[in-house]
């Protein structure tokens, strides 16, 4: 059978790993929260031999808050892009695959809010406005999954890894950063 060359679709999932990276100290600490979802299009292309290529585009949103006087809430979306190439092992209807390329994850709507209250006037202030350092990073991605034909539709229910080459955020202290490691399950439904 021949399968269609371009098929359109959506990818949802959930991070396995936390996006931020924080620590604690006595003078400053910060607490992140990793939203849960990561929704956007996908875009395969189907060559010959079990190749292929596939493009989508993700969205998350995450934000970070520092517990300790002056308050600070920074939150923010990304969308990441990534651009892999493909290999769809042999099979009637589950065909296992492996893919692996590149990505661009872009911040948007970065937010940050500080709050003056003090409960203690005496208390050092130590707050620290994170700096974006980068809106724009690069990464590597490998990933494995299935992709079962079912009817009309292909369900592909994937493992992704992708190692990023910078961080989006600064903390002059080391309080934060992204995580440079990403694990995400992803499930893409195509048509």
Aim: hydrophobic share 40%.
């Amino acid at each position: 059978a021949l399968a269609q060359p371009l098929t359109f679709g959506i990818k949802a999932g959930v991070p396995l790993t936390d996006l931020m990276s924080t620590v604690q100290s006595p003078n400053y600490g910060f607490n992140s929260t990793t939203n849960r979802y990561i929704l956007g299009p996908e875009v395969d292309l189907n060559l010959p031999l079990g190749l292929g290529v596939e493009f989508d585009a993700l969205y998350r949103h995450y934000n970070f808050q520092g517990n300790q006087a002056p308050y600070s809430n920074t939150s923010t979306s990304a969308w990441e892009f990534p651009l892999l190439a493909k290999y769809r092992f042999p099979g009637l209807i589950v065909h296992p695959f492996v893919d692996a390329g590149v990505a661009w994850d872009r911040l948007q709507g970065v937010t940050q809010s500080a709050s003056a209250f003090i409960s203690n006037p005496l208390a050092p202030s130590s707050a620290v406005s994170p700096q974006v350092l980068h809106n724009t990073v690069l990464g590597y991605v490998m990933g494995a999954g299935l992709d079962v034909h079912l009817l009309f539709l292909h369900l592909s229910p994937e493992i992704r890894y992708t190692r990023w080459g910078a961080h989006h955020f600064l903390d002059p202290n080391g309080g934060f950063s992204n995580d440079e490691n990403q694990a995400e399950f992803l499930v893409g439904i195509r048509f």
